[in-house]
């Protein structure tokens, strides 16, 4: 059930990325990278080789977009709850 949320969520944030205003190149390859890595994640976790500096990328993601793009923000924060409660 978490691994399902936490695909909603990913999809959460894609969808807001294409209906924000134009991000950066840099904040979009960021965020780019982060999903790729949250989505091996998912996949590590099937495998149970967590990734423990994942959750820190993903903070550190909801500090740099908190000002300037909230909603994202707290998609992200959604995220790194979904992953804390996988245990990752």
């Known amino acids: ?16 990325l294409a209906q924000q205003p134009p991000l950066t190149e840099e904040e979009s390859a960021e965020l780019f990278v982060l999903t790729q890595e949250i989505e091996l994640q998912l996949a590590r976790q099937a495998a149970a080789a967590p990734d423990a500096t994942l959750i820190d990328g993903v903070n550190l993601a909801v500090e740099r ?4 793009h909230p909603t994202i923000a707290g998609t ?8 804390a409660n996988m245990g990752i």
């Open 65 to 68: 977009f908190e000002a300037s």
């Open 76 to 83: 992200l924060r959604n995220i790194v709850q979904s992953l």
């Open 1 to 16: 059930m978490p691994a399902s949320r936490l695909q909603q969520q990913l999809q959460d944030l894609r969808d807001q």
